[in-house]
C-alpha cells in the first residue's frame, strides 16, 4: 500500500476537484485565470476601417443634454454619407415614436438616405404594441435562414436569458424551456426598433452582450433563433458583417458558426467562428484601453459642421438684406453688388429643395428589400453632392474675390449720399458680415476635408460614452469600458479572423494528472530537493501550457481545476511523505514563531538557513511613519487625565491607532520591522522578494492615510480636545519613502534575533519623513522610488507631484524628492488637475539646474508662481503650492541665488 500511496494520493485529489468543478464553484476564478492569459495573448490588430462615432461629453456640451431630438442623428447620417462613410451601425435602441412626429419621419429617412445603416433587434419581450404585420415585416426581411440544428442554437439563448436574469447557470436544468418558461421566466421575444425607422434601415440585429457572473465580458451570442420564423437574428456587429461579406450559407454546428463562400478581402473562401460549450463567441479583446483602441469621432464635429453650413446660409441673406437697406437709403446705387451673393443663397435654397426632394423618395422597403418608391441611385447622390460641393467653393471664392473690398468702396463713393452715421453703421456691418462669413467657411472647409479623410469607407458605430451614460461594461483589461466598444472588438474579432478558441476543461485535468503521476513516480527515491523541484516544475507545467497555448495559437484551455489539482496533488504528495517519513520540521515553526511575524516564519521553514545570523543586500523599500506634534498630544492627554491615567489612556489609542497603519501596511504586502513610540518602521520586498515593492510602498502610505481619517472619525470622542482649536485633538502621520539597496536578515545574537533593515538608503526613508514638514506635504518618496512604483503595468496609476531636490542631514549628495497624492482613480478632478498645475510649475522652477552656473530668470519664476497659485486655488487644502509660491516670491523679491542648482538644504531632522 506504501508503495502506491503517492499514485493514490494523485488520483483521490484529482477526482475530489473534478467533481467539485463541476457544480461550476470555480467558474469565477477560471474566468480571472482567462482574463490573465488573455493578457499573454499577443494584442489582435486592429481593423483600420473601424470608427467609433461617440455621443461623447463633447457633443453634450455642444448639443445639449441627452436624449436629444432624432434629426440631431438624421443631420449625423446625412454628413456621414456626404464624407463617404460605409455603414452605420446604431448602439442606441430606437423603440418607440418621441414627441416630435416630423422630427422622427426625417430621422427615418435619413436612414434610408444614408443606405447601409443597421438598428436593434431586442430578443427580451418589452411588452411594446406591436403588430403582427410589423414582426412579421422583421421577420421576413432581417432573419436569416440557416442550417444546422435548432436546438443547440436555442438552448444556448435560453442559457444567456438566464444567466443575465439570475446571475448564474444554477437551477437552469429545473424548468422546462421548450415550454411556456421560456417566456414566461425569461421573458424572451422579440423588441425591433419601431416600425417607422427599421423600414427604412438596411439591416438589423440583437445588441445583448454576455455578461459573466463576475460581471466581466467576455464573450458574445451571435445568433438568436426565432420560433416563429424558424430563422436566426443575428448580433448587432454580425448583422451589417453577413451583408458586407455575403456567405452562400450559415451553418451552426455545435462548435462553430461556418460562413460558407464569404467574400473577404476580395477572396472567397470559408470563414468558421468557434463558439464556447454553450454556443458563444469569445471576444478578442484589444490590450489597449478604450481611448487608445481602434479610431474615435465624436458627433460633435459633424454638428459643427452642419452649424457652421446654416451659417453660411444665413450670413448671406444678412448680407443681401442689409444690402437692400443701402439700396433704399440709395436708390439703385448697390444694384451690381446683389448677383453673386443671391446666386449662392438661391444655390443654397435649391439645394435644401433637393434634399427634401430626395428625402420624400425615402419611404422605406418592402418585404423584399426594394425600395418602395424607387429610392436613391448613385446618380442622385452624384448630383447632390456635387451641388453641394460646388456650392461651398462658390462660397470661398466668393470671399476671396474682393467683393467685399469693393463693397467698401462703393459706400465710400456714397459716403455723402448716406450721410457719416449711415456709412459707419453699413461699412461696419458689411466688415463685421464678410469676417464671420470668412471663418465660418474656413472651419467648414477644414472639418470638412479633414473628416473626409477618416470617415471615408469606415464601418461606423454610433454610440453614448458620456460620462452621464450607463452602457458602460467591464472587460478583461478595464473596469469601465463603453458599450459601443464592445461591438467594435465583435467585428475586429470575426474580421481579422484573429479568433480564441476554447477546448474542453477536461484536457486540463488530464495534463494535470499524468504530469503529476509521472512526476511522483520518478521523483520518490530522489531526495526532498529534487522531489520539490520537480513538484513545482510540475505546477508551472500545468501553467505554462495553457499560456503558451494561448500565446501562440489562441487556444484557451480552462486551467484553474488543472492548477488546483497539480497544486494540491504536490502539496499532498509532499504531506503524505511527510508523514510517512516521519520528518517533524514544526521545530522551527515552534522556536521562531513567538516572536518572528508569519511571513518570515513560512520562509524561515522554506529556507532554514534563514535562521543563521546575517543578512543579504536586497533592493527594497522602506517605509517610516511618525506622529505629527505628538509631544503636544501627549502634554494635552496628561493635562487632562492626569500622568499616571494619562499614560493609560494614551497607550491604548496609541496602540488602536498605529494598530490601523500597520494593517494598512501589512495589506500592501508590507513587514512591520519595529515601532518606536510613535513611529513605525517597515519595508517592502522582503522576506517574499516583489517587483512592484515600491509602488506597494506608495499605496500602503496611501492606505494609511485613508486608514487615520477612518480611525479619527471614528474616535474622536475618545480623543482629547486641543486647547487650540477646541476640536478633537486628531492624529495625523507623516510618511517617508526610499527605495534601493539595504541590509535585510536577522540582526542580534543567536539568542535574540531580529528580522530587519539596515542602510544608508533605510536612513534616507527616515529622513524624507521629517522633510514633510517643510514642504507641507504627508508622503514624501525619492525619485528612485517614484521611478520604480511609475513603472510598467503600475505606470499612470499613481497621482505625484515632483518637489526639487533635497540635501538632508548627514547626507552630502542632493535626492530628488516626489510627495504621493494617491492613485489617480480615487482622486477627485480637482486634485488631479492642481497636481497637473503644480508640475508644470515645478517644472518652470526647476529649468536651469541642469546649468547652474547660469542666472535663473526671474520671468520663469513668476511663471512658476502663477502655476503654484492656481494649483493652490484649485485645491486649497493643500499647503505644498504654498510652501512654493512663497519660495517664488521670496527670490524674486529677495533675489535669485547666484547658483541654481534646485537643491533645498535641511538644516534639522
Known sequence: MKKFAGLITVALITVFWT?????????????RLYDLFLGLKKAPQEAPELLLVEIDNFAIDEIGPWPWKRDIYGNTLLRMKELGASQAVFDIEFLSPSNFPELDEYFAQSLQFFGNSYLTINTSELEIPYTDVELNYVRNRFLFNFEGNKDIIEEGNHKSHYEAKFNTLRGYDKYDWSG?????ILAEGMSPAMNQFISRAKGAGFTNVIVDADGIRRRVELLSYDNASG????QLILAPLL??????KIIRTKNKIILKNAIIDGKTRTLEIPLDEYGRMVINWTHNNYGKAYRHESVMFLHQMDKAENNIYLLLKEILSTLEDVDSAVYNSVDSFFEVPYNLYSAYTDILDYKNFILSACTGYDIDSNPIDGGIDEATYEEYFALRENYFRDVAEFIITGYDDKLQE???ELRDSLGEDKYEEFAGTFGELFDILKNESEMYDSLFNEKKNIYKDSFCIIGHTASSSTDLGTTPFERSYPNVGTHANVYNTIINQDFVKQISWFWGIII?????????????????LIQNLAGVAAILIVVAIPAIAMRVGGLYIPSFTAILISFTGYLAVTIMRFILADKDKKFLQATFGAYVAPAVVAEIVKHPELASLGGKSENLTALFSDVKTFSGFTEVINNEAGEEKGAERLVEILNDYLGVLSDAIMDCNGTIDKYVGDEIVSFFGAPIPAKNNAYDACVAGIRMLQAEKKFNEENKDRLPINPKTGEPFYLHSRVGLNTGNMVVGNMGTEKKLNYTIMGNNVNLASRLEGTNKVYGSWIMCSESTWLKANEGEYEGKLVARKFDCVRVINVKKPVGIYNILGLKDELSEQQIKAAELFNQGIEIYLKGTDTPEVTKDVKELKEAFNLFKQADEMYPEDLSSKVFMKRCADFIKDGVPEIWDGVYTMTSK
Do not use: H, M, W, Y
Open 231 to 234: 430563422k436566426i437574428t443575428a
Open 180 to 184: 411556456d418558461d421560456a417566456k414566461n
Open 243 to 248: 451583408s458586407k461579406i455575403q456567405p452562400e
Open 410 to 412: 462703393k459706400l465710400f
Open 19 to 31: 467533481l467539485i468543478s463541476l457544480t461550476g464553484v470555480f467558474s469565477k476564478f477560471e474566468n
Open 512 to 528: 494535470s494528472f499524468i504530469l503529476l503521476v509521472v512526476t511522483v513516480e520518478l521523483t520518490k527515491k530522489k531526495r526532498v
